[in-house]
């Protein structure tokens, strides 16, 4: 705990008569560092007896209470690169996902791929270009105030966002082996593996090298710029790559309402079967009788029916685009469909395929 000049009276006695006896500033600065006294406790010695000789006070520095302002900025930034990092890299892993599609892993993930996509861009769209705004300000200001480089709580929330990011990396670091010990293919594997340590690396050796920054120099402005630059050119890259793998809203707005359509068939199919099995194998007359809640979701029209011989029946609908296969295309889907009205020969004495994954609202 700093000791005060008022509440130690000793150090304020022997620095009055070390000065009135001629002693320099800076010998007397030496003397007491030499014997254990914090310099700055010193210095706060110093003006404490120069006040005093004086009878003014020291007035403050202009700006010297703008902490809360500088808190104020450094948690955006961090808390914008925190943000804007988690999503490059769901985007990523989800573009290495389908890039190198395994089968194993892969099936029946077409709409949750296109959530996370979307999310992740979302967030590089919203949080990067906040984030180089306020680093930049950030970045003017201590060139205009070198002594901000610092500030503690510069330094302390500098540390903190390094501890998480720390914890992101471990994180991320033991989901890519798990997936590695689960069987994935090993360029999977070191596609994440690259992109966890280009996150990381990237903030690590920039935030902790900026931590010895000591002053502001003109090379220092320029790795600032540098790495703004370098961010700036992959986020624009995996958003291109991230537009071009979901494509237009119009296509995610079709690609769900098709989802819904095979979610509501398959719901249907399932009374149909059940119908089958409790009144003696026999086929319904029509929907509204087992499932009358299903309509197409755009024209909210219901679904045709067609019974046919036996257990045999037709349910069919109209799909704005063509299927994707689930799997590497060794099993035919029972739910594959091309664009346009499309009717599905089902049996009710059999089972049922799970249709795609669907995530309603």
């Not at 067609?306 to 299927?323: N, V």
Request: net charge neutral; glycine share 6%; charged share 15%.
């Amino acid at each position: 705990m700093p000791v005060h000049p008022e509440n130690d009276p000793g150090i304020a006695e022997f620095i009055e008569k070390a000065l009135a006896v001629g002693i320099s500033h800076e010998s007397l600065v030496g003397i007491l560092t030499a014997r254990g006294w914090p310099e700055k406790e010193v210095y706060e010695a110093l003006a404490f007896h120069f006040e005093r000789r004086t009878g003014v006070k020291i007035p403050p520095r202009p700006g010297a209470g703008a902490s809360a302002k500088e808190a104020f900025f450094y948690l955006l930034v961090f808390s914008t690169l925190a943000t804007w990092t988690i999503g490059f890299g769901y985007l990523a892993f989800a573009l290495i996902d389908w890039r190198f599609a395994d089968s194993l892993f892969s099936r029946n993930q077409q709409v949750f791929e296109t959530y996370t996509v979307t999310w992740s861009l979302a967030a590089l769209i919203v949080a990067f270009p906040l984030y180089l705004l306020i680093s930049r300000i950030v970045v003017r200001e201590t060139a205009a105030h070198p002594d901000k480089l610092d500030s503690p709580i510069r330094k302390w929330l500098t540390y903190m966002a390094l501890v998480i990011a720390a914890g992101v990396f471990m994180g991320d670091l033991i989901t890519v082996l798990a997936s590695l010990l689960r069987g994935e293919a090993t360029s999977r594997f070191l596609s994440k593996a690259f992109i966890v340590l280009l996150l990381s690396g990237g903030v690590f050796s920039y935030y902790f090298g900026g931590l010895r920054k000591t002053e502001v120099a003109a090379g220092a402005f320029s790795r600032d710029r540098l790495m703004a630059l370098l961010s700036s050119a992959v986020v624009l890259l995996l958003a291109i790559l991230g537009f071009t793998h979901l494509g237009p809203p119009r296509a995610q707005r079709e690609l769900r309402a098709d989802s819904q359509r095979i979610a509501n068939l398959y719901q249907i199919a399932t009374q149909v079967k059940l119908y089958w099995a409790a009144h003696g194998s026999q086929l319904p007359p029509d929907i509204p009788s087992v499932a009358p809640v299903y309509a197409d979701p755009v024209t909210h029209r219901p679904y045709d029916y067609h019974a046919e011989q036996g257990s045999r029946y037709q349910l069919c609908a109209t799909f704005a685009r063509r299927s994707e296969r689930n799997d590497a295309g060794s099993v035919p889907d029972q739910w594959a469909h091309p664009a346009g009205n499309y009717c599905f020969s089902l049996d009710a004495s059999v089972g049922l395929q799970s249709p795609p994954m669907y995530f309603p609202e």
